[in-house]
């Protein structure tokens, strides 16, 4: 089975500009979790999607956007983009919603801002 | 809010020898889930062990076991038998059980393990 596939692997943007990240989770698994993961730092958690509604949400600006579709893929959006917005974005799935439901990564989509 | 903290950016153990990994967090919570993450230079994080808070037995896979103290809210990965595979950054992870997991999982700075051959 394949796991959680992230698109896409790298990305270069300017300052302003928006970005699009895309997430398919794992076949069967209804929740998806993003992540964002500056250089030198554990990832922070930015959203947590569960049949199509937002269930959590981080510490973070309202630039940050994202939404689950009826296939469970995932998007996320950020506007107005910064310099420090450069990261590793990770998505995770899960077959629930709950807490004790362990989470599986995808590759990540490495985001450069100039 | 909930913190995760590992004092040890980096850690040199010798193959086939054990090493112990250092996490400790803070929370009011009584209920809750704890993990250890592996991140090889892949970048794609592995769930390594996974603890529920009301369980007293410390989790075991394989040559990875954790010891947990809930009293001391510390929470050490020790690897047995280091394999080079076993190179990678580690997390320790934290996710309330209140909240029905909609808070996310609270990242640790990770602990850089180099096996040396």
């Known amino acids: 089975d394949a796991g959680v596939t992230q698109s896409p692997t790298h990305l270069i943007k300017t300052r302003g500009q928006q970005v699009t990240l895309r997430c398919s989770p794992i076949?069967?698994?209804?929740?998806v979790s993003w992540y964002q993961q500056v250089l030198g730092q554990g990832p922070q958690f930015i959203f947590q999607?569960?049949?199509?509604?937002?269930?959590g949400r981080g510490n973070f600006p309202d630039r940050f956007s994202a939404r689950q579709f009826p296939n469970y893929s995932s998007e996320l959006n950020v506007n107005a983009l910064l310099l420090g917005d450069s990261a590793l974005y990770l998505c995770?799935?899960?077959?629930?919603?709950?807490?004790?439901?362990?989470?599986?990564f995808g590759d990540g989509t490495r985001l450069s801002i100039l | 809010a909930q913190t995760v903290t590992q004092s040890q950016p980096e850690m040199s153990v010798q193959e086939a020898e054990t090493v112990t990994l250092s996490c400790t967090y803070d929370?009011?919570?009584?209920?809750?889930?704890l993990f250890w993450y592996k991140q090889p230079p892949s970048r794609q994080m592995i769930l390594v062990i996974r603890?529920?808070?009301?369980?007293?037995q410390n989790a075991t896979e394989n040559r990875f076991s954790v010891n947990f103290q809930k009293a001391a809210k510390s929470f050490s990965l020790k690897i047995s038998d280091s394999q080079l595979g076993d190179a990678a950054m580690y997390f320790c992870a934290y996710r309330p059980y209140s909240g029905g997991g909609a808070d996310g999982l609270t990242f640790g700075k990770g602990t850089h393990l180099i096996i040396q051959p």
């Open positions: 995770a799935s899960s077959l629930g919603g709950s807490g004790n439901q362990p989470q599986h």
């Open positions: 603890q529920e808070a009301y369980k007293q």
């Open positions: 076949s069967g698994h209804k929740s």
């Open positions: 999607y569960y049949e199509k509604e937002e269930r």
């Open positions: 929370t009011s919570e009584s209920d809750y889930y």
